[in-house]
């Protein structure tokens, strides 16, 4: 070698396999274990698709300058707490679609600049405490379409960076008051179709920098509305597809637009046919009437909902607000938020009609 000049280090490529200085790509090669001869400085490792079923401790150690990297739709059974050992620079992880049963305690300490770990669709049953240890930087977390039942109170201990976490299409039944504990700067959390029944007091407590809250398709009965009081910066409530009755507790949140779609989970009579610009309000506004729409239910001046379950949601909103000082419509785009769900035009004519308490909402 010639002094000063730059050294041309040969790119070693595993057979089968397409390599370049940066990245090794093996997707679709009917690997059945983590191929020999990957580039010691490679940064991007893509290992989609192929039939792995087991990583050896240690196989990724010599990567050192390893930043991304993808197993996808491999058959991975278990992860051990050494399996990403000597990976420190490792900021993506991908293991969707495996067969992961569990998790070790401590499977990933040593990733301590990963930013995003995807574990959606695989077979894990509970999340113990410490799985996630050590993952100081994370900011996205994916669990969803898993078996989980379970969560350990300090599973989610010392994310102190996470922003999403995502835990869709599960098992779970209930949060303990602990779970989200230290988690301050999550921004959104999804937790649709689960099997949740119970929304414990104070188990979002400390989340001051949620935005987004997911709660759809669930079998929640009753919520105690302060429990999203402690959210200062919440802006998004989706609790629809759950098995709420109608009443003006919903509607009292300040600032939130709070989606509670129809659904057969919606504990209402039957209203096919009645104009609901008859029914007194205070039926409406009481678990004893509770008028929420059925298919061909007639509204003032013919306008019908499609999307949303329930007429008493706007009406109940100005009812209990003159008790309330007119919380349910503080938001400046509250009022355009709910026509555009209903998709009607003249908002000032539908106010006039559906509610004598108009004046409550010019006060607002």
Same mark, same amino acid.
């Given at each position: 070698? !010639?002094?000063?000049?730059?050294?041309?280090?040969?790119?070693?490529?595993? %057979?089968?396999?397409?390599?370049?200085?940066?990245?090794?790509?093996?997707?679709?090669?009917?690997?059945?274990?983590?191929?020999?001869?990957?580039?010691?400085?490679?940064?991007?490792?893509?290992?989609?698709?192929?039939?792995?079923?087991?990583?050896?401790?240690?196989?990724?150690?010599?990567?050192?300058?390893?930043?991304? $990297?993808?197993?996808?739709?491999?058959?991975?059974?278990?992860?051990?707490? +050494?399996?990403?050992?000597?990976?420190?620079?490792?900021?993506?992880?991908?293991?969707?679609?495996?067969? !992961?049963?569990? $998790?070790?305690?401590?499977?990933?300490?040593?990733?301590?600049?990963?930013?995003?770990?995807?574990?959606?669709?695989?077979?894990?049953?509970?999340?113990?405490?410490?799985?996630?240890?050590?993952?100081?930087?994370?900011?996205?977390?994916?669990?969803?379409?898993?078996?989980?039942?379970?969560?350990?109170?300090?599973?989610?201990?010392?994310?102190? #960076?996470?922003?999403?976490?995502?835990?869709?299409?599960?098992?779970?039944?209930?949060?303990?008051?602990? /779970?989200?504990?230290?988690?301050?700067?999550?921004?959104?959390?999804?937790?649709?179709?689960?099997? !949740?029944?119970?929304?414990?007091?104070?188990?979002?407590?400390? $989340?001051?920098?949620?935005?987004?809250?997911?709660?759809?398709?669930?079998?929640?009965?009753?919520? %105690?509305?302060?429990?999203?009081?402690?959210?200062?910066?919440?802006?998004?409530?989706?609790?629809?597809?759950?098995?709420?009755?109608?009443?003006?507790?919903?509607?009292?949140?300040?600032?939130?637009?709070?989606?509670?779609?129809?659904?057969?989970?919606?504990?209402?009579?039957?209203?096919?046919?009645? %104009?609901?610009?008859?029914?007194?309000?205070? +039926? $409406?506004?009481?678990?004893?009437?509770?008028?929420?729409?059925?298919?061909?239910?007639?509204?003032?001046?013919?306008?019908?909902? %499609?999307? /949303?379950?329930?007429?008493?949601?706007?009406?109940?909103?100005?009812?209990?607000?003159?008790?309330?000082?007119?919380?349910?419509?503080?938001?400046? #785009?509250?009022?355009?938020?709910?026509?555009?769900?209903?998709?009607?035009? +003249?908002?000032?004519?539908?106010?006039?009609?559906?509610?004598?308490?108009?004046?409550?909402?010019?006060?607002?």
């Amino acid at each position: 070698m !010639i002094a000063g000049d730059e050294c041309e280090c040969e790119v070693s490529c595993p %057979d089968l396999c397409s390599c370049s200085k940066q990245q090794t790509s093996c997707i679709s090669r009917n690997l059945t274990s983590i191929p020999n001869g990957i580039f010691e400085q490679t940064e991007f490792l893509i290992l989609e698709s192929n039939n792995i079923k087991d990583i050896p401790p240690g196989v990724f150690s010599t990567l050192q300058t390893l930043y991304h $990297l993808i197993l996808n739709e491999n058959d991975i059974e278990t992860i051990r707490n +050494d399996t990403f050992g000597g990976l420190g620079k490792l900021t993506i992880l991908s293991l969707k679609s495996n067969k !992961i049963t569990e $998790l070790a305690a401590k499977a990933f300490r040593s990733l301590t600049n990963l930013t995003l770990l995807h574990l959606a669709k695989n077979f894990i049953k509970a999340i113990k405490e410490e799985v996630f240890f050590g993952l100081h930087n994370l900011n996205y977390l994916y669990l969803g379409d898993n078996d989980i039942e379970s969560i350990h109170n300090g599973s989610f201990r010392g994310l102190h #960076n996470l922003q999403l976490f995502l835990l869709l299409n599960n098992d779970i039944t209930d949060f303990g008051e602990g /779970v989200f504990n230290h988690q301050s700067r999550l921004i959104k959390i999804h937790l649709s179709r689960n099997n !949740i029944r119970l929304v414990e007091k104070g188990v979002f407590r400390g $989340l001051y920098e949620l935005e987004e809250l997911n709660l759809q398709h669930n079998l929640i009965k009753s919520i %105690d509305m302060k429990i999203f009081k402690e959210l200062p910066k919440l802006e998004y409530l989706d609790l629809s597809e759950n098995r709420l009755i109608c009443n003006c507790a919903l509607v009292s949140l300040k600032d939130l637009y709070i989606v509670l779609n129809h659904g057969d989970g919606i504990m209402c009579t039957e209203t096919t046919g009645v %104009d609901l610009g008859n029914v007194p309000d205070y +039926d $409406l506004c009481t678990n004893k009437g509770d008028y929420c729409r059925r298919e061909n239910v007639t509204i003032i001046n013919g306008h019908s909902i %499609d999307s /949303v379950y329930g007429v008493s949601v706007i009406r109940c909103a100005f009812m209990c607000d003159a008790k309330q000082e007119c919380n349910a419509f503080q938001h400046p #785009n509250g009022l355009q938020r709910v026509c555009n769900l209903w998709s009607i035009g +003249d908002k000032t004519s539908w106010l006039t009609n559906v509610t004598r308490y108009v004046d409550i909402y010019e006060r607002c």
